[in-house]
């Protein structure tokens, strides 16, 4: 069953309250509600067109992008601001605003370029995608919009980077639970999670390479890891009296 578009109602109720303005103003009305129906189903039959598909998802990929780095950044840039941010109110907020949007607009810049030049390659090899072409559009990709080093793309490098490096991890036998997989596209194929014991000696691992780290050559760990071992493991070891024992660092 299809559904009658939205402004063919807005059209119809402008319509009967107008009705006493005389049939040419009606004709005119009608005209304007086909004239939107006849446009959105048009719009609707581009964008759900075979043939249009690749290059739309290059712009919804961009949206995505940007949504997705304001969801992230945003929470962690106003905990930072408020845990460790220096400065009134104001600054603090200028500050979570640039990093949320520079967050967003490079994940969109990201996804866009990616999607383009993994487009880009599927037509240069006769409409048939190889193994190496997701490698090629990531590596350039990561290098225009990532390869400026500042405090936002850091951070995320250090996250994708610790990704690729558990991957390499010998994996478990069975996927995560299937009941909390998703019921999109590609949800045939499962995440499988580390093997247990080999995930125990990587973070065994990685705890004490990172507090070894923290310890003796503390400026090489990320800033925003550097303050949170800080506030954890330096700050408690301050205090004096009980209520900055108990209720507030020194």
Same mark, same amino acid.
């Given at each position: 069953?299809?559904?009658?578009?939205? *402004? $063919?109602? @807005?059209?119809?109720?402008?319509?009967?309250?107008?009705?006493?303005?005389?049939?040419?103003?009606? !004709?005119?009305?009608?005209?304007?509600?086909?004239?939107?129906?006849?446009?959105?189903?048009?719009?609707?039959?581009?964008? *759900?067109?075979?043939?249009?598909?690749?290059?739309?998802?290059?712009?919804?990929?961009?949206?995505?992008?940007?949504?997705?780095?304001?969801?992230?950044?945003?929470?962690? !840039?106003?905990?930072?601001?408020?845990?460790?941010?220096?400065?009134?109110?104001?600054?603090? $907020?200028?500050?979570?605003?640039?990093?949320?949007? @520079?967050? $967003?607009?490079?994940?969109?810049?990201?996804?866009?370029?990616?999607?383009?030049?993994? =487009?880009? @390659?599927?037509?240069?090899?006769?409409?048939?995608?190889?193994?190496?072409?997701?490698?090629?559009?990531?590596?350039?990709?990561?290098?225009?919009?990532?390869?400026?080093?500042? /405090?936002?793309?850091?951070?995320?490098?250090?996250?994708?980077?610790?990704?690729?490096?558990?991957?390499?991890?010998?994996? /478990?036998?069975?996927?995560?639970?299937?009941?909390?997989?998703?019921?999109?596209?590609?949800?045939?194929?499962?995440?499988?999670?580390?093997?247990?014991?080999?995930?125990?000696?990587? /973070?065994?691992?990685?705890?004490?390479?990172?507090?070894?780290?923290?310890?003796?050559?503390?400026?090489?760990?990320?800033?925003?890891?550097?303050?949170?071992? *800080?506030?954890?493991?330096?700050?408690?070891?301050?205090?004096?009296?009980?209520? *900055?024992? =108990?209720?507030?660092?020194?």
């Amino acid at each position: 069953m299809q559904l009658i578009p939205v *402004t $063919a109602f @807005q059209g119809y109720r402008q319509l009967v309250h107008n009705s006493h303005s005389g049939p040419q103003q009606l !004709a005119t009305l009608l005209g304007r509600s086909v004239m939107s129906s006849s446009s959105l189903a048009l719009i609707n039959e581009i964008i *759900t067109n075979p043939a249009y598909h690749d290059y739309l998802a290059v712009l919804k990929g961009a949206r995505n992008g940007f949504v997705y780095g304001v969801k992230v950044r945003f929470p962690h !840039a106003l905990v930072m601001s408020i845990l460790f941010g220096r400065g009134d109110w104001k600054s603090r $907020a200028k500050v979570i605003y640039r990093a949320s949007r @520079q967050h $967003a607009m490079n994940l969109a810049k990201f996804v866009s370029i990616y999607k383009s030049l993994l =487009l880009v @390659q599927k037509k240069l090899n006769g409409g048939k995608e190889r193994d190496t072409d997701t490698f090629i559009a990531g590596l350039l990709g990561g290098y225009f919009v990532f390869g400026d080093r500042n /405090a936002v793309n850091e951070q995320i490098v250090l996250y994708v980077v610790s990704r690729v490096v558990a991957s390499f991890i010998p994996r /478990a036998t069975q996927p995560y639970n299937a009941a909390s997989g998703s019921t999109r596209a590609g949800s045939a194929v499962k995440p499988i999670p580390p093997n247990s014991r080999y995930f125990t000696v990587f /973070a065994a691992l990685s705890w004490g390479a990172v507090m070894y780290l923290f310890r003796h050559r503390g400026e090489t760990i990320q800033p925003g890891m550097f303050n949170s071992m *800080t506030y954890l493991y330096r700050d408690s070891d301050v205090w004096r009296d009980l209520k *900055t024992l =108990l209720w507030h660092n020194t």
